[in-house]
């Protein structure tokens, strides 16, 4: 066998010396410390356990938790995110690829011509190449931590997608069945008014009232018939609104417990605020970008520094295979003069890493408001609805008082209408009271970041 003159061993001992003197010139990340109050503003329950429980089946609606599930099984948003976390696992694996050698294979032909001998002369040969780029200055390695950072922050982004939808699905069932019951109160009213006009017709005609009480009844009876149209309208739009995040066609939502029937939960305990760092998909989110940005600097930097490939090309010709050659050898490549522009290269992504960070800050800001004014909404629309209800029953024990009153010729009509028309404002307002209590301790759940835990075991 004939074999090419292989390269000096100099350059293996080059190449262990760089291997060995290698160092690394990236910083860890360190996750900044937090000037958090140590309880919230709102006098709650401290236990945080029940965040991590599917919140929305202590409704006790099966409706709301199969429109739930389906959701979570049919979203088209969720899907684009479960795509996103699948690719962002691609780009760690093409990350990884780079710490191992890269082989790659050759074939050439050649025929030339002597003109003396008129001799064809043919080459056929076969080449496999290995190359390795050492990890110097751990720079590699650094970008496959990043790679592992993004991968981590989109499999939170899929968790505060899940977190949302489910609270959406949820707030969106219960505003259906507070337009389900306030269209009833609509229906109610209406055919209630209708009946008084036909009393106040048979008066009219009997010259016991004058016009202008029959045009004002029949002004109230229009006015209920509108509400009907304006919640029928609503209702559709909102089955329309469902449908889309059940990932279907506009369709009828089908309808469990009524809104009355709907548990409101007197106490729901929402820990501590520094807790929120590590439930809140959102804010892990941000703190991974933040992360693999942290490290983009490191990659950045080590850009300034020499690199070194390694590399061994081995072939034999085909038509005399007694021919084998063999190359072994090393590539040092380092900037030398670019006017500063790797150091502004640095300088950039330090910019980058400060914009994430303000970013995670305001995205964890915003947190502890979102649960501040979810706590508070919760405490204020229960005693709200409380009123509301009240309200409701006084105002339609006024109107029947003031019918019987005015029936004994002992008040004039617009007291009827009045009290009538406050009884059907009161009984739409105890409603949409109701509609946002409810509402609001889903907020809260969501604000806490609770629900998603059970569904990664699940």
Request: proline share 3%; net charge negative; aromatic share 8%.
């Amino acid at each position: 066998m004939k074999f090419l003159k292989l390269n000096s061993l100099g350059v293996f001992i080059v190449a262990t010396l760089l291997l060995v003197l290698s160092c690394k010139v990236t910083e860890d990340y360190e996750r900044a410390e937090q000037n958090l109050p140590e309880a919230f503003r709102q006098d709650f329950v401290k236990d945080s356990t029940i965040a991590n429980l599917p919140w929305w089946k202590l409704f006790k609606d099966s409706v709301l938790v199969d429109l739930i599930q389906t959701t979570l099984e049919e979203n088209q948003d969720l899907k684009i995110a479960i795509s996103r976390i699948q690719e962002s696992q691609l780009y760690v694996d093409i990350s990884r690829a780079d710490l191992y050698p890269q082989i790659s294979y050759g074939a050439a032909a050649n025929t030339s011509i002597n003109s003396e001998t008129k001799k064809a002369n043919n080459s056929v040969s076969g080449v496999l190449n290995v190359s390795y780029t050492v990890d110097l200055w751990q720079r590699i390695k650094t970008m496959n931590d990043a790679a592992l950072q993004n991968y981590l922050a989109s499999e939170e982004a899929y968790k505060a997608i899940t977190i949302n939808l489910v609270a959406a699905m949820a707030n969106a069932y219960i505003s259906l069945r507070d337009l389900d019951n306030r269209l009833l109160i609509s229906e109610k009213t209406a055919k209630s008014f209708e009946e008084n006009l036909d009393v106040m017709k048979a008066r009219f005609d009997a010259g016991f009232i004058s016009e202008v009480d029959l045009t004002q009844a029949n002004i109230q009876l229009i006015e209920a018939k509108t509400a009907v149209q304006t919640f029928n309208r609503s209702r559709v739009q909102l089955e329309n609104a469902i449908s889309v995040l059940l990932g279907s066609a506009p369709r009828d939502i089908p309808r469990g417990l009524s809104l009355f029937e709907q548990i409101s939960l007197p106490e729901v305990p929402v820990g501590v605020p520094s807790e929120l760092i590590d439930r809140r998909p959102d804010i892990l989110q941000a703190e991974h970008v933040l992360h693999a940005q942290t490290l983009q600097i490191g990659v950045a930097e080590t850009l300034r520094y020499p690199s070194l490939t390694l590399s061994a090309n081995m072939g034999a010709e085909v038509l005399n295979p007694a021919l084998i050659f063999a190359d072994l050898g090393a590539q040092l490549f380092g900037p030398l003069f670019n006017y500063g522009k790797l150091k502004r290269g640095v300088e950039v992504e330090k910019q980058r890493t400060e914009q994430a960070f303000n970013q995670y800050q305001k995205i964890y800001l915003n947190a502890i408001k979102e649960v501040e004014d979810a706590m508070i909404a919760q405490e204020t629309y229960r005693n709200e609805y409380e009123l509301r209800n009240a309200q409701m029953e006084l105002a339609t024990k006024a109107a029947n008082l003031s019918w019987v009153r005015y029936d004994g010729g002992l008040t004039s009509y617009l007291e009827v209408l009045a009290l009538q028309n406050s009884q059907f404002s009161a009984e739409l307002k105890a409603s949409e009271a109701l509609k946002q209590e409810l509402s609001s301790i889903i907020n809260l759940y969501q604000a806490l970041g609770g629900g998603w835990h059970n569904q990664n075991n699940e």
